[in-house]
Structure formats: C-alpha cells, structure tokens
C-alpha cells in the first residue's frame, strides 16, 4: 500500500493539474476574501438597530466589535473549494482519459487497493487545498477588516479545522464524480456550472419567490459551503442556536453574508455533505471494480 501511495503521489507532482488549480483557487479565495471583508465591515448596516444591538448583547461585546471578518472567511474558502473539486475529478477520470488506468490497475495487487491508495493520497492533497485556502483567506480580510472585527483566536482554529475538513471533503466529492461519469470535460463543466451557478440560482430563486430558507442546507454545494460558512454564521446566531430578537429574514442575510445560506450548523453541513460524498464515492467505486480496461 505504501508504494501504490508513493506512486500515487508521483503520477500528481509530475503533472500540471496540482499547481495550475492551485493558483486559481489561492487568487479567487484572496480576492473573494478580501472584497466581501470589505463588505462585511460595513454589514452592520444591513439590519437595523435592534437586531444589531440583540447580536452584539447575545455575545456581550459592543456593536463595534462584531466579528465582521468571520463573515467573509467563508466567502474566500467556498470558491475555492471548487478547484478541490475539479481536482479530485481527475484522480480516475484522468486516468481513463490519458488510458494510464490499464498500467495502474494491471500493476496492483488489486482494484481495491488502487482506489485505496487514491483515496489516502487525495485526503492529503484535500487537507493541503484546505489548509492554503484558511490561509490566504485569512490574509484577505485582514486586509480589509478592522482588527477589533477580526476572528478570535478560536474562532481562527475553528475555521482552520472546518477548512481542511471541507477541502477533504470537496477532493473525495470530485473523485466520486469523476469515477460515476468516466470524463474528465464533462464532470469539470457539469460541476463548475452547478457549484458555481445553477445551485446558487435555485437557493436565491426558492428564498425570494416562496421564503424557502433551508435549500442550501441540504444541496451539495450549500452543505460544501456550510462547513466553513456556517461557523460564522453562528457566531453571529444565525445557524444553530438562535439569538433572541433576530427574525427569519436577517438571519438569512446574516447566512447568506457568512456564505451559508440555508445552513443549520457546520456539523451538520458536513454530515449532509459527507453523505453526498459517500453517495458518488461508494458509486465511482462500485462502476470501476466492474468497468472493463483495456
């Protein structure tokens, strides 16, 4: 296993795909990251005295002190989690298209081990892509937010560990893709359209024409988002235990500012998202014990 682990490791370092997603997704979690801590500074303004003044009581601390940047974290993490993603879709997929699989699966002992050995080796590049994300995230709204806005400590170790757990997460959620639909061009297409577009439509066309608050805490890309998003959503009692005094409306703005929107906490967004993970992972694998090479 230690070598099908090494080689694993190898057939990635020697390619592009590692760094040339990994550029994209550092420059687009900054500049999220930094754009939405700029708004995020100014949210207070968004809802009105009382369910300021309500929040800011809740967590006995001043209006002023509000935790903005924890708000627009999750913003810089989520649209970088794409590129785990597409990522992990290449991990068989790419390997069926270059027709390297053939070599892969006649060397091993077994299929089993194969997928094994891919398994292991894209949860470490997912803690890799979720670690770096925290990071540059965190450099984006220190930018942009007032110090005493800031995450706390904890608060820092929270998102941290909720990062690595989604780019983890986000990595086995692409291999499973990737291995269901057998194509590199059209899982990479299908699912940028959806994360980035179709579901985030559906969430915002559901809450806007029927109050439908909780769609995004069930989809795949909501409960992706949720892991980290929800965290501050929550420090702000907008996902799991509610503050007194904040209505249906301002604690979905409050979600959707967090990058959560529909969220109902960050454990359960990664349960629901670890479930969908399973669902495509434990499919992928399924289809290439049976799938012929050749």
Known sequence: MGRLIVAEFR???TTKSWWGLMIPAVVLAL????????????????????????????????????PMGLLAIG?????????????????L?????????????????????????????????????????????SLGIA????????????????????????GILATLFGIGVGAVWNSVVGSVVTLTIYLLVIENVLVLLFYGLWRVDWLGGIL??????????AIGAQAFGAAGVKVPGLDSEAQW????????????????SALIFFAWTMVF??????????????
């Open 11 to 13: 057939k990635t370092l």
């Open 253 to 268: 703005t409050l979600q959707y500012v967090a990058g959560a929107p529909g969220a109902f906490s960050w454990w359960a």
């Open 220 to 229: 795949p890309n909501g409960t992706m988002n949720g892991i980290v998003g």
């Open 143 to 166: 930018m942009t937010v007032d110090s005493n806005r800031l995450p706390t400590s904890g608060q820092w170790l929270g998102v941290l560990g909720a990062s690595v757990l989604a």
């Open 93 to 137: 997929a790419g390997e069926y298209s270059k027709k390297t699989i053939t070599t892969t699966f006649l060397t091993a002992p077994n299929r089993v081990s194969v997928l094994t050995a891919k398994m292991i080796t894209y949860i470490l590049w997912g803690a890799i892509y979720g670690l770096i994300l925290a990071a540059v995230s």
């Open 281 to 294: 992972f434990g499919a992928g694998w399924a289809a290439n014990q049976r799938r012929d090479i050749t």
């Open 31 to 66: 500049g999220f990251a930094a754009g939405w801590g700029a708004f995020a500074n100014e949210v207070g303004d968004v809802l009105d005295s009382d369910q300021t003044q309500a929040i800011a009581d809740a967590l006995g601390i001043q209006t002023g002190d509000l």
């Open 75 to 91: 913003h810089g993490i989520n649209v970088g989690l794409t590129f785990p993603v597409i990522f992990g879709v290449f991990a």
